[in-house]
Nanobody, 121 residues
């Protein structure tokens, strides 16, 4: 069973930067859209950023100009560069990807286990 593995979370001061990465743990055929979501304590999971296979990106309004999503199709990796972090960015960040395991598979959505991002002085 393929899993998405995230890395790069941690504790950072306001105004600081972090870079999150995510990749599938096993062999796959293709990845369509890749997304990042986050969930703050006591709140619902929310969309942060997305990148399509051809590179088209989309962002939550509050992170535009601060966060940059990118992908390396050769390595099946998605990254989230987060600059100018604010306390409101604190939460568990989850990677989501639509993956076809084999050439004949119907693409399905997969989630990572989440990585904690804490922005605090």
């Amino acid at each position: 069973q393929v899993q998405l593995v995230e890395s790069g979370g941690g504790l950072v001061q306001p105004g600081g930067s972090l870079r999150l990465s995510c990749a599938p743990s096993g062999s796959i055929f293709s990845i369509n859209v890749m997304r990042w979501f986050r969930q703050a304590p006591g709140k619902q999971r929310e969309f942060v950023a997305a990148i399509a296979a051809e590179g088209t990106t989309n962002y939550k309004d509050s992170v535009k100009g601060r966060f940059t999503i990118s992908r390396d199709n050769a390595k099946n990796t998605v990254n989230l560069q987060m600059n100018g972090l604010e306390p409101e960015d604190t939460g568990v960040y989850y990677c989501n990807a639509v993956i076809a395991l084999f050439r004949t598979s119907v693409p399905q959505g997969y989630w990572g286990q989440g990585t904690q991002v804490t922005v605090s002085s």
